[in-house]
Nanobody, 123 residues
Framework: QLQLVESGGGLVQPGGSLRLSCAASEGTLQYYGIAWFRQAPGKEREGVSCISNGGSQIKYADSVKGRFTVSRDNARNTAHLEMSSLTPEDTAIYYC????????????????WGQGTQVTVSS
């Protein structure tokens, strides 16, 4: 069993940066691929990035390539999403999710989910 908790969301100005964290309150992250999704009001949940359990495989959605960086620290049982050059279009609730691999960025592929953290990009 795995329980995930996101943190680090908040209000940031356009062009700014935020670092999101995903921690396991129960279970061990090192056995799982970790993905980040986001959902804006009125829109479907969108895959942002994923990282395999050892960190050797990483994927990004085209919309965030070059701006977001995913990482993980298995010793600390955490994963992170560094976001830079943020725009209002990045405003959403961000979720971390886990599965046994860094599979395609489709919500149904991921078994475990956190509760989400709000990111708002606005001046």
């Amino acid at each position: 069993q795995l329980q995930l908790v996101e943190s680090g969301g908040g209000l940031v100005q356009p062009g700014g940066s935020l670092r999101l964290s995903c921690a396991a309150s129960e279970g061990t992250l090192q056995y799982y691929g970790i993905a980040w999704f986001r959902q804006a009001p009125g829109k479907e949940r969108e895959g942002v990035s994923c990282i395999s359990n050892g960190g050797s495989q990483i994927k990004y959605a085209d919309s965030v390539k070059g701006r977001f960086t995913v990482s993980r620290d298995n010793a600390r049982n955490t994963a992170h999403l560094e976001m830079s050059s943020l725009t209002p279009e990045d405003t959403a609730i961000y979720y971390c999710a886990a599965n046994y691999a860094c599979s395609e960025l489709v919500p149904k592929r991921y078994e475990y989910w956190g509760q989400g953290t709000q990111v708002t990009v606005s001046s």
